[in-house]
């Protein structure tokens, strides 16, 4: 483990403190809304698996929605947590960083791929119902 | 074994100057990059939104609708494009400070990258802690 300390100014560790109390706030409120949203539109799993067999796969699609996003939350609660060492502690300053970085990584990427993905689902299905209008 | 001699010019072994106390490993530098990156596509994203937004705008200018739900229409769309319009310049700004600092050993830049993810966060935590509110208030009615 990299055991280097970062010499930051006492105003960017309050504004890595800070940064990082946001960060938590954001990866708790929105794993409170993906559960609570899920929970409203499935009032439990055998409503869930009723679902399932009267609408098919896109039943699922909440399931997979809240997945995610508890996914996604969950990498950015690491990095705030990985920030909040950088900023309260002088060991292995680096160490902590890099892994914050890591988890950060994973954030923006998932959520990347998940707003292309949503972009290629939804010019898919334009030109499938287009196809079936031009019949 | 060679004495320590006060009067020898600076070595570069001597103690970094202020503003470059960071020596990133390889992988570190390529963990940066790749996360700026992500960060940079992100906020292309943000920007592409805002331009549709925007060609909303245009369209509902032209449709005819009540001089007040007209008003309420452009007001919201206006709102979210300037919030589309910050928090993508932000994301983008703590990018280039991330990947400077890291790639220069800068922990001053690298400040600023985490000055400008902060607003970021910010920006999307007041999104987010509303979603969460509207939620409870669809629970509770």
């Not at chain 2, 010019?9 to 020596?23: C, K, Q």
């Not at chain 2, 990156?37 to 060609?55: F, K, Q």
Request: with cysteine; hydrophobic share 55%; aromatic share 10%.
């Amino acid at each position: 483990m990299d055991t280097r300390r970062i010499p930051f100014t006492e105003e960017d560790e309050r504004r890595i403190a800070s940064a990082s109390t946001w960060g938590i706030i954001i990866a708790v409120t929105s794993i409170a809304t993906a559960v609570i949203s899920l929970l409203m539109q499935s009032s439990g799993l055998y409503d869930l698996l009723v679902m399932v067999e009267r609408k098919g796969i896109v039943a699922l699609f909440p399931l997979g929605q809240a997945a995610v996003t508890v996914l996604v939350n969950v990498w950015l609660l690491q990095a705030s947590l990985a920030f909040r060492k950088v900023a309260h502690t002088d060991e292995a300053d680096q160490a902590h960083l890099l892994a914050g970085f890591r988890h950060l990584r994973g954030y923006f990427m998932v959520q990347v791929i998940v707003i292309l993905a949503a972009i290629g689902l939804s010019i898919f299905f334009m030109l499938f119902a287009a196809s079936i209008l031009g019949r | 074994m060679q004495d320590h001699n006060p009067y020898a010019p600076p070595s570069p072994t001597a103690d970094p100057p202020e503003g470059r106390g960071l020596v990133f490993s390889e992988e570190g530098a390529l963990v940066v990059s790749s996360l700026a990156a992500w960060m940079r596509g992100l906020s292309t994203l943000y920007y592409v939104g805002l331009g549709g937004i925007v060609l909303l705008l245009s369209c509902t200018m032209l449709a005819p609708a009540p001089g007040a739900a007209k008003g309420v229409i452009l007001g919201i769309i206006l709102a979210v494009v300037l919030w589309l319009g910050v928090v993508a310049t932000w994301l983008r700004s703590a990018a280039g400070g991330f990947e400077r600092g890291v790639l220069s050993d800068d922990e001053i830049t690298l400040g600023q990258g985490f000055r400008s993810l902060r607003a970021y966060l910010i920006l999307t935590g007041i999104f987010s802690i509303l979603a969460f509110g509207f939620t409870i208030l669809g629970v509770s009615t």
